[in-house]
């Protein structure tokens, strides 16, 4: 990301995606710990998931979270719940595709970081289709 004036470096220390490797419509539980290296206000965290296929793209709002003001060079945590992940009207051939997981964060209409995680989308066996979300810090 180039830095522009005003807008923070983000460090990211650890995701934590859970659970994993589940259903795809299971709970998700998304933890990002990190620091900015300058303070921001009107903080916002929007999380979604997308599916992409040759001009065919799904985006799919999971949620947000207002996060107020976030101090400088001081530890912090995103936390994000949904209890299911309602893929409901979206083609399960584009859901077999690779898709992301976005966390983006705001201060005010301002981007400040995007964070993608990779997911794979699979059918087992008995045709109940499964997520596995890839952590890009690993």
Known sequence: MAEAEGVPNVDVSS???????CAIEAELDLKIDFTLDKAISNSVWEIKYIVDYTNKRKELVMGKVEAGDYAANTPHQLQFNVPTVDVTGIRESLLLNVGLLLAVLYTGE????QISMMTQVTKTFDGKLHRNIFNPLE
């Open 110 to 113: 301002e981007e400040v970081i």
């Open 15 to 21: 995701i934590a995606v859970s659970p994993n490797q």
